[in-house]
């Protein structure tokens, strides 16, 4: 592929051949036998990558942003109180969906780049009663990863629903849904799933069902209500077509090829290799002279890095010369900070040589932004850290 640009982004990502071979195969009927056991087989493999035996999965046409719409319109009516756990642009996100539907939300804030202290979440929870609380698990904004585990001990201890946005962390960070008492976790197909933008993905355990068994009021979402959604998943579960809203057969098809492929890698493995490719691309930005955005290295993500532009550096033009070398990399996006920083997504199909090429990217456009540095010295250390991930 001639002019083809390396996609480090933090979703879309790279995908695999046979994935993206999936979505050029004649579409069949969403009732068809093919497509029923496909369906069937990836909500069951949606339970190994979730780490979620008991959990029902959910599939549905949108993007994430639609999962924390559903998780929110079905466990929300007005009145209730809601706690976000906030580490920037996405929990926001979250606060803003969680009040359109009349919860009152408090949020748990921290500087940029850093996160909410377990004291300071215990605190608010012995100060109020919440019906649920919600945590970004990797916020894409600034690349700080949350203390899922412990947060989510937290919030079961003061009875709350424990919500986990995981657009970009599941199947890329460990998350034991089960194991650590996540009462619903939701991502999208484009990050660590592996499957082009498209579809929104739910894992949701018995207590959220409970709750949402229990509701008076209608759900203010139609598209999104579970009422309709349920039936549909339990039918393709047990290999039977349904119908409610026409789900999208080829993304679908794409995403049982990309489940299997991360079943096949093994949940464990997966993770370290995500943990050694992040270990690989922070190396090689630090070699460089470069600082990153969360503050202290446990509260950075493996999914993504974060790397300051150095003084003088201009972000559009570094982009730009980015680009030139056949990387794409993505810009800034929490906005009280937005031009100071760069994003690298590492996850999914990523291997080792592209973080190289990535690294070697940026040399080639800090060079030719005026920054001065050892040639190669990024690439080396990438190398130097990455080495378990060669052949
Ligand atoms: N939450 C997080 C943590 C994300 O990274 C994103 C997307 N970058 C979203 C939610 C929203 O997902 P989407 O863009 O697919 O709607």
């Known amino acids: 592929m001639k002019n083809r640009t390396l996609l480090m982004i933090p979703g879309p990502v790279e995908f695999e051949p046979k994935v993206l071979a999936a979505l050029g195969e004649p579409t069949t009927s969403h009732l068809a036998a093919d497509f029923v056991e496909a369906f069937g087989q990836a909500l069951q493999d949606m339970r190994g990558v979730f780490e ?19 998780a929110a319109a079905n466990l929300v009516k007005p ?14 996100r979250f606060a803003a ?7 009152i939300v408090t949020r748990i804030t921290a500087p940029a780049g850093s996160r909410p202290s377990l004291g300071q979440v215990k605190a608010a929870l012995e100060l109020d009663t919440y019906k649920l609380i919600t945590i970004t698990h990797v916020d894409t904004s600034t690349a ?50 592996g499957v082009p933008p498209g579809l929104a993905l739910l894992m949701i355990g018995h207590r959220a069902i409970a709750a949402f068994e229990k509701r008076s009021l209608p759900v203010l979402n139609y598209y999104a209500d579970w009422t309709n959604w349920l039936p549909v998943m339990q039918a393709y579960a047990a290999r039977k077509p ?36 992040s270990q690989a691309c922070k190396a090689g930005i630090k070699a460089l002279g470069l600082t ?50 760069f994003r ?20 080639t456009a800090l060079s030719g932004c005026g920054y001065e540095f050892t040639p190669g010295i990024g690439v080396d250390a990438a190398r130097v850290a990455g080495k378990k991930l060669a052949r």
């Open 52 to 70: 979620s035996p008991s959990g029902q999965p959910m599939v549905l046409a949108g993007s994430g942003t639609l999962a924390m719409d559903c």
């Open 242 to 277: 349904s119908y409610f809203g026409t789900p999208p057969v080829n993304l679908i098809f794409a995403l049982h090829v990309s489940l299997k492929q991360i079943l096949e890698e093994g949940m464990k493995k997966r993770i370290a290799r995500h943990i050694t490719i």
């Open 292 to 341: 990153q955005i969360p503050f202290q290295p446990e509260f950075a993500a493996h999914t993504l890095t974060a790397p300051r532009y150095p003084i003088g550096v201009d972000g559009p033009e570094f982009l730009g010369k980015v680009l030139q070398s056949c990387v794409t990399l993505a810009g800034g996006l929490l906005p009280s900070m937005r031009g100071e920083y």
């Open 97 to 103: 969906i969680l009040q359109r539907y009349g919860a």
């Open 344 to 363: 690298i997504g590492h996850m999914g199909a990523v291997t080792l040589a592209d973080v190289l090429a990535t690294i070697s990217a940026i040399e």
């Open 144 to 193: 700080v990863i949350a203390e899922v585990e412990q947060l989510a001990a937290l919030g079961r201890q003061y009875g709350c629903l424990v919500i986990v946005d995981g657009v970009c962390s599941v199947a890329g960070e460990a998350l034991k849904m089960d194991a650590w008492g996540v009462d619903l976790a939701l991502t999208a197909s484009q990050k660590a799933i």
């Open 79 to 92: 009145g209730d109180k809601a706690l976000v756990v906030d580490t920037g642009y996405f929990s926001e």
